[in-house]
């Protein structure tokens, strides 16, 4: 038999010692680390590839190399959600309203929380139609701070979502408030509720998606880990996925690699409880 299949008689007798033997100290940590990869990669919907897996393990105490993390998951067909779907233009300028000027000039790394925020709308398709979500995030600690849902793409989508956003979070004067050049957000009426707030408005220049890369990101993950897992039937069911996915699953369990792999919950609380310097 070892003849027939090219092998030694050494590396055969070898073979069936390891078997009699059982597995070895390697093997049996093997299969505690997958057993553990399963319960996070299973926790988060699928969601999460090798880096936020190693760095979930390393928040549980688990002492292990990143890249053993990557081999397991790939030799058990285990891979996070990734790519960039395309996307559709939901906010539209009007060429008669003044836009305002771009303060953040892409610094998303404000020095505490509700100093900037961020906003944008996408659009998610169901059996009843599109519906149109617009979302608030502080750039601080990624959380999203306000949405709304709707099936329209008025002003009052917009202002539902930073109405949201302030009844939660009480943002002292001076916050600014970022977002591209869409009519919703140069209308008189969003506006005044801006300057009401004592907020300064800021706005990404003409075409470019990076003056709002945050807000971009969040909705380019949105999709990947929730919106294209499946067909949705109706608006309800959308908006029972929505909650789930951002109340619970991004603002509250989703590790997020900006603000060194904390959840969003987690970062902002860290700046509350820090002690002030005398």
């Given at each position: 038999?070892?003849?027939?299949?090219?092998?030694?008689?050494?590396?055969?007798?070898?073979?069936?010692?390891?078997?009699?033997?059982?597995?070895?100290?390697?093997?049996?940590?093997?299969?505690?680390?997958?057993?553990?990869?399963?319960?996070?990669y299973?926790?988060?919907?699928?969601?999460?590839?090798?880096?936020?897996?190693?760095?979930?393990?390393?928040?549980?105490?688990?002492?292990?190399?990143?890249n053993?993390?990557?081999?397991?998951?790939?030799?058990n067909?285990?891979?996070?959600?990734?790519?960039?779907?395309?996307?559709?233009?939901?906010?539209i300028?009007?060429?008669?309203?003044?836009?305002?000027?771009?303060?953040?000039?892409?610094?998303?790394?404000?020095?505490?929380?509700?100093?900037t925020?961020?906003?944008?709308?996408?659009?998610?398709?169901?059996?009843?139609?599109?519906?149109?979500?617009?979302?608030?995030?502080?750039?601080?600690?990624?959380?999203?701070?306000?949405?709304?849902?709707?099936?329209?793409?008025?002003?009052?989508?917009?202002?539902?979502?930073?109405?949201?956003?302030?009844?939660?979070?009480?943002?002292?004067?001076?916050?600014?408030?970022?977002?591209?050049?869409?009519?919703?957000?140069?209308?008189?009426?969003?506006?005044?509720?801006?300057?009401?707030?004592?907020?300064?408005?800021?706005?990404s220049?003409?075409?470019?998606?990076?003056?709002?890369?945050?807000?971009?990101?969040?909705?380019?993950?949105?999709?990947?880990?929730?919106?294209y897992?499946?067909?949705?039937?109706?608006?309800?069911?959308?908006?029972?996925?929505?909650?789930e996915?951002?109340?619970?699953?991004?603002?509250?369990?989703?590790?997020?690699?900006?603000?060194?792999?904390?959840?969003?919950?987690?970062?902002?609380?860290?700046?509350?409880?820090?002690?002030?310097?005398?």
């Amino acid at each position: 038999m070892c003849r027939f299949f090219n092998l030694s008689r050494q590396g055969y007798a070898a073979w069936k010692h390891r078997q009699a033997a059982g597995p070895g100290p390697r093997e049996r940590s093997d299969a505690e680390l997958i057993e553990a990869i399963v319960t996070i990669y299973t926790a988060s919907r699928g969601r999460y590839g090798a880096p936020r897996v190693y760095a979930q393990l390393r928040r549980q105490g688990w002492r292990v190399g990143h890249n053993r993390v990557a081999a397991l998951m790939a030799a058990n067909d285990l891979a996070g959600r990734h790519g960039r779907p395309p996307s559709v233009r939901t906010t539209i300028a009007d060429p008669a309203a003044a836009a305002a000027p771009n303060i953040v000039a892409r610094d998303f790394t404000p020095a505490r929380p509700d100093r900037t925020w961020v906003t944008d709308i996408t659009y998610i398709h169901s059996g009843e139609g599109f519906l149109f979500l617009a979302a608030i995030i502080d750039c601080y600690s990624r959380m999203v701070v306000g949405w709304a849902v709707a099936d329209h793409l008025r002003t009052e989508l917009c202002l539902d979502a930073l109405n949201d956003a302030v009844t939660r979070r009480h943002p002292e004067p001076g916050l600014v408030h970022h977002s591209d050049r869409g009519c919703q957000y140069t209308s008189w009426e969003y506006r005044d509720r801006l300057a009401g707030l004592g907020m300064t408005q800021s706005m990404s220049r003409v075409g470019n998606c990076w003056d709002n890369a945050v807000a971009e990101s969040f909705f380019s993950t949105l999709k990947l880990e929730l919106i294209y897992t499946k067909e949705w039937k109706s608006h309800d069911e959308l908006r029972a996925a929505l909650f789930e996915y951002i109340e619970v699953f991004y603002n509250r369990q989703r590790l997020h690699s900006t603000i060194d792999y904390c959840t969003p919950f987690e970062y902002d609380s860290l700046y509350a409880n820090t002690p002030i310097a005398a």
